[in-house]
Nanobody, 117 residues
Framework: QVQLVESGGGLVQPGGSLRLSCAAS????????IGWFRQAPGKEREGVSC??????YYADSVKGRFTISRDNAKNTVYLQMNSLKPEDTAVYYC????????????WGQGTQVIVSS
């Protein structure tokens, strides 16, 4: 069964850091583009970052603060989030490819990130 499972979320103070993990099972993600997305309360889901053989992409809102990486040996993609802001509060999801969020039919359970003092 092809599956991506997100983890690593939690409650953090503004300015803090978290590292999210996106673990793949049922397939090898080496040659796939993997995207991180997020959905804040009352807002639409948005793309945050993407990693592919072409390189990496970041939304303007996270550029310089977030870093996406992959460990093929662990079949996992990470999202290192530094200098977190309250507006980063959202449920974070990962998905294969880096499409418009509206093009996906299915999402995993995601991992909740809350940035608050």
């Amino acid at each position: 069964q092809v599956q991506l499972v997100e983890s690593g979320g939690g409650l953090v103070q503004p300015g803090g850091s978290l590292r999210l993990s996106c673990a793949a099972s049922g397939f090898t993600l080496d040659y796939y583009a993997i995207g991180w997305f997020r959905q804040a309360p009352g807002k639409e889901r948005e793309g945050v970052s993407c990693i592919s053989i072409s390189g990496t992409y970041y939304a303007d809102s996270v550029k310089g603060r977030f870093t996406i990486s992959r460990d093929n040996a662990k079949n996992t993609v990470y999202l290192q989030m530094n200098s977190l802001k309250p507006e980063d509060t959202a449920v974070y999801y990962c998905a294969i490819d880096c499409r418009d969020p509206n093009e996906y039919d299915y999402w995993g359970q995601g991992t909740q990130v809350i940035v608050s003092s």
